[in-house]
């Protein structure tokens, strides 16, 4: 079974700084997406950025980009010029990309970033 | 409507009681998800459906635990004899098509506590 792991429980950066958030994964899998997704207070779940396993480039959305490495299973999310706005729990997920269940993810236990204005 | 809607978006019962929670995913969506947090915690799969397939329950805690879908659309996941330990906010996610690493739209979620 596949496993999703946080190590970080807590981060906090100062408004407009950067900030890194870890995710490592346990897969003996070779297709398979990964996601980070952003839980605000509203508790609404939203994703904030995917990747596919097969490419080799790292996916960006604006502020937001990872830095994916297969063979270490590493997946870690780096925010740029961080707002008050981007304090939320994030999620790192894992989906495999033969999962019979359709799109079932397996997530992390999730990290607290606090931004400090 | 534009999102997942979930209701009640909070619920207090005493222990051993039944309690019905509700779901109502993006319309055209075919797949439907449930997902338990418990405090502190990530998310535990339940449950899925897709379309008019046979659900994927291999999530479920225990057989106290059990959901249906009707009609393709709106999805009640009933929990009975609750117990404490059932205490958790339970997500219902849904997208386009399950076979596509498509994104799940989840809704904001049914805090549940036992007493």
């Known amino acids: 079974a596949q496993t999703v792991t946080q190590s970080q429980p807590e981060m906090s950066v100062q408004e407009a700084e950067t900030v890194t958030l870890s995710c490592t994964y346990d897969?003996?899998?070779?297709?398979?997406?990964l996601f980070w997704y952003k839980q605000p207070p509203s508790r609404q779940m939203i994703l904030v950025i995917r990747?596919?396993?097969?490419?080799?480039q790292n996916a960006t959305e604006n502020r937001f980009s990872v830095n994916f490495q297969k063979a270490a299973k590493s997946f870690s999310l780096k925010i740029s010029d961080s707002q008050l706005g981007d304090a939320a729990m994030y999620f790192c997920?894992?989906?495999?990309?033969?999962?019979?269940?359709?799109?079932?993810?397996?997530f992390g236990e999730g990290t607290q970033l606090t931004v400090n204005p | 409507g534009a999102g997942v809607s979930q209701s009640p978006s909070n619920k207090v019962t005493e222990k051993g009681k039944d309690v019905e929670l509700r779901c109502d995913p993006i319309s055209g969506h075919t797949a439907l998800y449930w997902y338990r947090q418990s405090l502190g915690q990530g998310l535990e799969f339940l449950i899925y459906?897709?379309?008019?397939?046979?659900?994927?329950k291999s999530g479920l805690p225990s057989d106290r635990f059990s959901a249906e879908r009707t009609g393709g659309s709106v999805s009640t996941l009933t929990i009975q004899r609750t117990q404490q330990e059932d205490s958790a906010v339970y997500l219902c996610?849904?997208?386009?098509?399950?076979?596509?690493?498509?994104?799940?739209?989840f809704g904001e979620g049914s805090r549940l506590t036992v007493l």
């Open positions: 996610a849904s997208s386009f098509w399950a076979g596509a690493p498509g994104e799940l739209f």
């Open positions: 897969t003996s899998e070779s297709d398979y997406y």
């Open positions: 459906f897709q379309g008019n397939s046979a659900p994927d």
């Open positions: 990747q596919e396993a097969y490419k080799q």
């Open positions: 997920a894992y989906r495999s990309a033969w999962e019979t269940s359709g799109s079932r993810l397996t």
